[in-house]
Protein backbone atom coordinates (compact mmCIF):
# COMPACT_ATOMS: atom_id res chain seq x y z
CA UNK A 1 0.00 0.00 0.00
CA UNK A 2 1.33 3.47 -0.77
CA UNK A 3 0.27 6.92 0.11
CA UNK A 4 -0.43 9.10 -2.95
CA UNK A 5 -1.13 12.72 -2.78
CA UNK A 6 -3.08 14.73 -5.33
CA UNK A 7 -1.29 17.88 -5.65
CA UNK A 8 -3.71 21.00 -6.51
CA UNK A 9 -3.10 22.27 -9.70
CA UNK A 10 -3.48 21.01 -13.42
CA UNK A 11 -0.39 19.97 -15.15
CA UNK A 12 0.64 20.27 -19.04
CA UNK A 13 2.92 17.61 -20.88
CA UNK A 14 4.74 19.97 -23.15
CA UNK A 15 7.40 19.35 -26.27
CA UNK A 16 9.84 22.17 -27.37
CA UNK A 17 12.31 22.15 -30.00
CA UNK A 18 15.70 21.11 -29.50
CA UNK A 19 17.89 23.54 -28.87
CA UNK A 20 15.57 25.66 -27.28
CA UNK A 21 16.24 27.58 -24.20
CA UNK A 22 13.87 27.37 -21.19
CA UNK A 23 11.70 30.64 -20.34
CA UNK A 24 12.53 31.75 -17.15
CA UNK A 25 9.06 31.29 -15.75
CA UNK A 26 9.89 27.24 -15.54
CA UNK A 27 12.24 27.90 -12.46
CA UNK A 28 11.06 31.49 -11.07
CA UNK A 29 8.63 31.80 -8.14
CA UNK A 30 7.64 28.46 -7.34
CA UNK A 31 5.69 27.54 -4.45
CA UNK A 32 6.19 24.58 -2.22
CA UNK A 33 3.65 22.39 -4.01
CA UNK A 34 4.32 23.11 -7.70
CA UNK A 35 7.07 20.34 -9.80
CA UNK A 36 8.30 21.23 -12.68
CA UNK A 37 10.37 18.35 -14.60
CA UNK A 38 13.05 18.65 -18.16
CA UNK A 39 14.60 15.81 -19.96
CA UNK A 40 16.50 16.99 -22.99
CA UNK A 41 16.98 14.47 -26.00
CA UNK A 42 18.52 14.81 -29.50
CA UNK A 43 14.51 14.52 -30.85
CA UNK A 44 13.77 17.15 -28.41
CA UNK A 45 12.81 19.00 -24.64
CA UNK A 46 9.94 17.44 -23.00
CA UNK A 47 8.55 19.57 -19.97
CA UNK A 48 6.27 18.61 -17.38
CA UNK A 49 4.47 21.77 -15.10
CA UNK A 50 1.96 23.48 -13.92
CA UNK A 51 -0.42 24.51 -16.77
CA UNK A 52 0.06 28.28 -15.99
CA UNK A 53 3.90 27.69 -16.80
CA UNK A 54 4.07 26.42 -19.58
CA UNK A 55 6.04 27.77 -22.21
CA UNK A 56 4.61 29.97 -24.97
CA UNK A 57 6.28 28.05 -27.68
CA UNK A 58 6.35 24.65 -26.82
CA UNK A 59 3.74 21.94 -28.20
CA UNK A 60 1.37 21.08 -25.16
CA UNK A 61 -0.99 18.64 -24.04
CA UNK A 62 -3.15 20.00 -20.60
CA UNK A 63 -5.22 18.97 -18.67
CA UNK A 64 -3.57 16.04 -16.59
CA UNK A 65 -3.48 16.60 -12.65
CA UNK A 66 -0.50 14.97 -10.47
CA UNK A 67 -0.27 12.32 -8.12
CA UNK A 68 3.25 11.94 -5.85
CA UNK A 69 3.82 9.47 -3.71
CA UNK A 70 3.90 10.51 -0.04
CA UNK A 71 8.33 10.02 0.15
CA UNK A 72 10.91 9.80 0.43
CA UNK A 73 11.06 6.36 -1.06
CA UNK A 74 14.84 5.16 -1.62
CA UNK A 75 16.07 4.55 -4.64
CA UNK A 76 16.63 0.82 -3.79
CA UNK A 77 13.01 0.48 -3.67
CA UNK A 78 11.36 -1.50 -6.49
CA UNK A 79 7.72 -1.83 -8.04
CA UNK A 80 6.29 1.13 -6.79
CA UNK A 81 5.71 2.19 -10.20
CA UNK A 82 4.03 -0.93 -10.86
CA UNK A 83 1.85 -0.82 -7.82
CA UNK A 84 0.45 2.56 -9.39
CA UNK A 85 0.56 2.00 -13.24
CA UNK A 86 -1.11 -1.35 -12.60
CA UNK A 87 -4.45 -0.62 -11.67
CA UNK A 88 -4.49 2.63 -13.99
CA UNK A 89 -3.88 -0.15 -16.93
CA UNK A 90 -5.80 -2.23 -15.57
CA UNK A 91 -8.73 0.67 -15.00
CA UNK A 92 -7.80 1.98 -18.63
CA UNK A 93 -6.86 4.93 -17.61
CA UNK A 94 -3.35 6.49 -19.32
CA UNK A 95 -0.70 7.54 -17.56
CA UNK A 96 2.70 9.89 -17.59
CA UNK A 97 5.21 8.79 -15.31
CA UNK A 98 8.37 10.26 -13.82
CA UNK A 99 10.82 10.26 -11.21
CA UNK A 100 12.86 12.34 -8.91
CA UNK A 101 15.59 11.40 -6.48
CA UNK A 102 13.26 11.18 -3.53
CA UNK A 103 9.85 9.99 -4.77
CA UNK A 104 7.70 8.48 -7.99
CA UNK A 105 4.48 10.90 -9.94
CA UNK A 106 2.17 9.83 -12.31
CA UNK A 107 -0.14 11.99 -14.26
CA UNK A 108 -3.50 11.25 -15.24
CA UNK A 109 -5.82 12.79 -17.68
CA UNK A 110 -8.04 15.54 -15.56
CA UNK A 111 -10.99 14.18 -17.17
CA UNK A 112 -10.45 10.53 -15.85
CA UNK A 113 -8.98 11.59 -12.13
CA UNK A 114 -12.39 9.64 -10.33
CA UNK A 115 -11.01 6.59 -12.12
CA UNK A 116 -7.58 6.78 -11.79
CA UNK A 117 -7.96 7.63 -7.90
CA UNK A 118 -11.00 5.21 -7.69
CA UNK A 119 -8.31 2.21 -9.41
CA UNK A 120 -5.49 3.24 -6.96
CA UNK A 121 -7.63 2.92 -3.95
CA UNK A 122 -9.50 -0.39 -4.70
CA UNK A 123 -5.73 -1.36 -4.95
CA UNK A 124 -5.42 -0.53 -1.63
CA UNK A 125 -3.52 3.08 -2.10
CA UNK A 126 -4.44 6.03 0.25
CA UNK A 127 -4.91 9.05 -2.18
CA UNK A 128 -5.31 12.06 -0.60
CA UNK A 129 -5.61 16.17 -1.75
Same mark, same amino acid.
Given at each position: ????? =????? !??????????? =??????????????????????????????? $???????????????????????????????????????????????????? !????????????????????? $????
Amino acid at each position: MLDVD =LLPEE !YAVCRMAAGTA =LPPALSSGLNHADVVTVSWTTDGISVICPLD $RAPEQAVVETAWRCLRVSGPIGLAVTGTLAALVDPLAGARVNAVAFSTFDTD !YLLVPAVRLDEATTALERAGH $RVSG
